[in-house]
């Protein structure tokens, strides 16, 4: 799946003076619950793109990543495996490495295969359904918000402490205005919205 979608932001959160190539995304989705109510592949991954455009540091000509969308009780388990947190949470990244005692050699070979892996991202579809009724927010736009901070953590992005969040945060805000989605920080914070990775 690739996309062409461009986002009018910058890593500053301020638009851009020209806009980057957008990457080829290669989306691979896999749907382990019953959620035809999400947004399709091509939709997910012209996301995808907006946040790469937007935050990587230098444009990318092909990006890779699995998403996959899950039930509750998947959805819990990865959370207290991975993050040590009871229940599910709207979205985990898992940045991509490279799996260890590989020969140098065969890492090389790979090359740009490599260079385009991200990582995975798992959105719980029924706290996705949750979250979005609760704050008042249409599916669409809250899906679009869990892709762009999800892949924004992929690229190395967080919110540990206030200054890294009050920059992630301003990101996502101007990559969603870009898209045609409203600011999704002027809702008031669920204590139980947990934006981590893990």
Known sequence: MSSTTQPPAAADGEPPSSLAPAPEVLLGVQRACDAPDLPGDEQLASWVSAALIAGSPEPRAKAALTLRVVGTDEGARLNEAYRGKAGPTNVLSFPFEPPSGLPRE??????????????????????????????????????????????????????IDPAEAARMEALESAILRGLGFPTPYEVPEDPDDHRSSA
Do not use: F
């Open 106 to 159: 065969a890492l090389e070979a790979l090359g740009e295969d490599l260079d385009a892996e991200l990582g995975d991202l798992v959105i719980c579809a029924p706290v996705l359904r949750r979250e979005a009724a609760d704050q008042g927010k249409t599916l669409s736009a809250h899906t679009a918000h869990l892709i762009v901070h999800g892949t924004l953590h992929l690229i190395g992005y967080d919110h």
